[in-house]
Structures are given as structure tokens and as C-alpha cells.
């Protein structure tokens, strides 16, 4: 894996969190907005701040998949954490195999041990 595809990988990693707490919280907020009468909108505060946390996650989604070449179920499956509340945290933990998985098979090529 080259350095841009590991960055590419990487911000979408370190965006996939606050974006996945940002969906539970704005889903707590919005069914607690319409269950009990409250003189408080929070879910008026974050859901533009989740929006903007969503759109900078389908950005670096985009470009995570132009350069790590994912075929389009992985492609779509890491969109679809995007959807679901908390999948960002999913997503997270998925990448971040993927990444150590590299990492692991990039030393065994260096030191001889895989031909590949």
C-alpha cells in the first residue's frame, strides 16, 4: 500500500467515528424530540453538524475508493456504515484491520518471507 492510499485510508478512518457518534446522538435526540415535549431542539444543533461530518465521510469515502481500487461491494459496504446509525464505529474497526492486515503483509515481503 502506497503512502496516499494509506492516507486516503486513514481519514476516512479518523472521520468515521465522530460521524457514526454523531448519527446515535442525532438519533436519540430527534426520538426524543418527538416522544417528550421538550423546550430544547438539540437535534436543531447537531443535525447540521452531522451533515457536515457525513459529507466529509462520503468524501473521503470517494477518494479511499479511487485509491485503494475496491471493488464495488466493498465499496458499497463501507457506504452503507455511512447509513446506519453507529456503523462509522463498524467502518472504524474494519479499515483499521485492513490497514494493520498491510502492514503485516508488507514486512513479510520485505524480509523474504511472502513472494508476491
Given at each position: 500500500?502506497?503512502?496516499?492510499?494509506?492516507?486516503?485510508?486513514?481519514?476516512?478512518?479518523?472521520?468515521?467515528?465522530?460521524?457514526?457518534?454523531?448519527?446515535?446522538?442525532?438519533?436519540?435526540?430527534?426520538?426524543?424530540?418527538y416522544t417528550i415535549t421538550s423546550s430544547v431542539d438539540v437535534a436543531?444543533?447537531?443535525?447540521?453538524?452531522?451533515?457536515?461530518?457525513?459529507?466529509?465521510?462520503?468524501?473521503?469515502?470517494?477518494?479511499?475508493?479511487?485509491?485503494?481500487?475496491?471493488?464495488?461491494?466493498?465499496?458499497?459496504?463501507?457506504?452503507?456504515?455511512?447509513?446506519?446509525?453507529?456503523?462509522?464505529?463498524?467502518?472504524?474497526?474494519?479499515?483499521?484491520?485492513?490497514?494493520?492486515?498491510?502492514?503485516?503483509?508488507?514486512?513479510?515481503?520485505?524480509?523474504?518471507?511472502?513472494?508476491?
Open positions: 500500500m502506497d503512502l496516499k492510499t494509506a492516507s486516503a485510508i486513514r481519514r476516512l478512518r479518523l472521520i468515521s467515528v465522530p460521524e457514526g457518534i454523531s448519527w446515535i446522538i442525532l438519533a436519540v435526540c430527534t426520538i426524543i424530540k436543531r444543533i447537531l443535525g447540521p453538524i452531522h451533515g457536515v461530518l457525513f459529507i466529509l465521510y462520503v468524501l473521503f469515502w470517494l477518494d479511499a475508493w479511487n485509491r485503494a481500487k475496491w471493488d464495488k461491494k466493498t465499496a458499497a459496504r463501507y457506504f452503507a456504515y455511512s447509513v446506519v446509525p453507529g456503523g462509522g464505529l463498524v467502518a472504524e474497526r474494519r479499515l483499521r484491520r485492513e490497514a494493520e492486515d498491510a502492514v503485516i503483509v508488507a514486512r513479510a515481503r520485505k524480509e523474504g518471507v511472502v513472494n508476491a
